[in-house]
């Protein structure tokens, strides 16, 4: 972008042109992220649209010694993912049959199963999972949370989260061999 810094100053005065630009600057890489915690398309639009207008209402707040823009705006597009993902999902799909004295086993609890994919093929594994599972996957081994950060960003117990990590390595196992070792 030209001037980020004059993009911005204009959005903060709420001039249409420079919110356009920055939505435009932006929009593939977020909804990229968006569209990994949906199923579809139109729901990772909605979350990308919803993040940026909570970009525009609070981009005055934003500071430049605490970080880059983009990783800014980044994050407040991830977290209004997230919140519509916890909003929609129902009790079922957020508690899974994880016994808390079980624990991860030992063969997988190191191994990335989807660090060496390719984005198209990281979609299809992805669209194999419940939104609930689908978006623990994504930010366990995506965006690199720790099992207690994602407990605590979605209001999850630690053996939940636990319990989807090792629903999607066993689910992501028979849709890797059915695609990939044909």
């Known amino acids: 972008m030209e001037d980020l810094q004059q993009v911005i100053q204009g959005c903060v005065r709420n001039e249409r042109v420079s919110q356009e630009r920055l939505y435009k600057e932006y929009y593939v890489p977020l909804f990229c992220m968006c ?36 990783n800014w705006v980044y994050t407040v597009v991830r977290h209004t993912a997230i919140d519509k993902l916890r909003a929609s999902m129902r009790p079922a799909v957020l508690s899974g049959p994880y016994d808390a004295g079980e624990t991860v086993p030992e063969t997988a ?45 979605v209001g999850l117990t630690t ?24």
Request: proline letters at 2%.
């Open 35 to 70: 569209r990994r915690f949906f199923e579809n398309d139109h729901e990772a639009i909605e979350s990308v649209n919803d993040g940026m207008m909570k970009v525009f209402g609070h981009i005055a707040d934003y500071r430049t010694e605490k970080g880059q823009f983009f």
């Open 109 to 153: 609890a190191g191994h990335n199963p989807i660090a060496a994919l390719e984005r198209k093929d990281l979609y299809i594994l992805l669209d194999q999972l419940n939104p609930g599972t689908r978006a623990i996957c994504n930010l366990y081994y995506i965006e690199g949370y720790s099992i207690k950060e994602i407990a605590e960003n």
């Open 159 to 182: 053996g939940t989260i636990k319990w989807h990590l090792s629903e999607s390595r066993r689910k992501l196992k028979s849709v890797l061999e059915r695609h990939f070792n044909r």
